[in-house]
C-alpha cells in the first residue's frame, strides 16, 4: 500500500505515523505560568537531537476537538522554561492520569498526587520519582502547521537518581544503569506501551570490514 500525505486528513496521517514509528520514548513534561500555575502532560513526539548545544524536541499537537493549542505549548512560550521526565514502569499509571484533557488551569500534578522537587536553574520543578529527568529552556519554536507546534529545547541541568548510577573505577566518573530505570515509551494504538527490558546488543561495524 502506498500513501501521498497530500491525499490524507491529519488525523489519516496521524494514525499511519503513530502505528508504525515506535517504540517512541515519553518525555513527562512540568511546566509552570507566571502566575504559578503549573501543568503537566505526556508526549510521545520527543527525542534527543545532540550535544553541543544539547539540544532535546518536543512534538505538540493542538487539541483534537477545538484545534486550540494545548497548555503545555502555550506555557513554554510565555515562559521558555520546562522539565521533562523520563517514565519508569512504576510512574506508567500515574503519567497516564496526566494525559486526561483536563480543562485549561488544572495542576495534574495535584490530580494525580505527583511529588516534585525544585530545579536548580529553572522555576517549573521536576517530578521526583522520575529516574532521568532535564531542565530545559527554549531554544527555538517551530509553528509547522496550524496543529502543530515544534519545540526545541536546550538541556540546561540533568538529574540521575543515585540509585541508577554504578560506582566507576578509581578516577572515573560512575556508569549509568539504563536496564534498571525500567522505562516505558509509547507503541501502536491509543493504549498500548512497551517496556525497555527486551534488549539485544548488535556490535557497530568498523572500517574497514573484516576479511570473510
Avoid at 93 to 111: R, S, V
Wanted: net charge negative.
Amino acid at each position: 500500500m502506498d500513501y501521498t500525505m497530500a491525499d490524507l486528513t491529519p488525523s489519516e496521517r496521524y494514525r499511519l505515523i503513530v502505528n508504525t514509528v515506535t517504540p517512541r520514548p515519553i518525555a513527562w513534561v512540568v511546566t509552570q505560568g507566571k502566575d504559578g500555575t503549573r501543568n503537566c502532560a505526556p508526549f510521545s513526539f520527543f527525542n534527543a537531537l545532540g550535544d553541543d548545544p544539547p539540544l532535546i524536541v518536543l512534538g505538540l499537537m493542538a487539541n483534537h476537538a477545538t484545534g486550540d493549542a494545548k497548555d503545555t505549548a502555550r506555557l513554554i512560550r510565555e515562559t521558555g522554561e520546562f522539565t521533562i521526565a523520563l517514565v519508569g514502569e512504576a510512574d506508567g499509571e500515574a503519567m497516564n492520569l496526566t494525559a486526561i484533557d483536563a480543562p485549561p488551569g488544572i495542576d495534574e500534578l495535584e490530580l494525580a498526587r505527583i511529588a516534585t522537587l525544585p530545579s536548580l536553574l529553572i522555576t517549573p520543578p521536576r517530578i521526583a520519582s522520575a529516574p532521568v529527568s532535564f531542565e530545559c529552556r527554549t531554544w527555538q519554536i517551530i509553528d509547522a502547521g496550524p496543529r502543530s507546534t515544534v519545540v526545541l529545547g536546550e538541556i540546561v541541568a540533568m538529574h540521575i537518581d543515585d540509585a541508577f548510577l554504578i560506582p566507576g573505577a578509581a578516577g572515573r566518573p560512575p556508569r549509568i544503569d539504563t536496564p534498571a530505570m525500567k522505562l516505558i515509551g509509547r507503541q501502536h494504538g491509543a493504549g498500548m506501551y512497551v517496556r525497555n527490558s527486551d534488549s539485544f546488543e548488535m556490535k557497530r561495524v568498523s572500517w574497514p570490514l573484516p576479511d570473510d
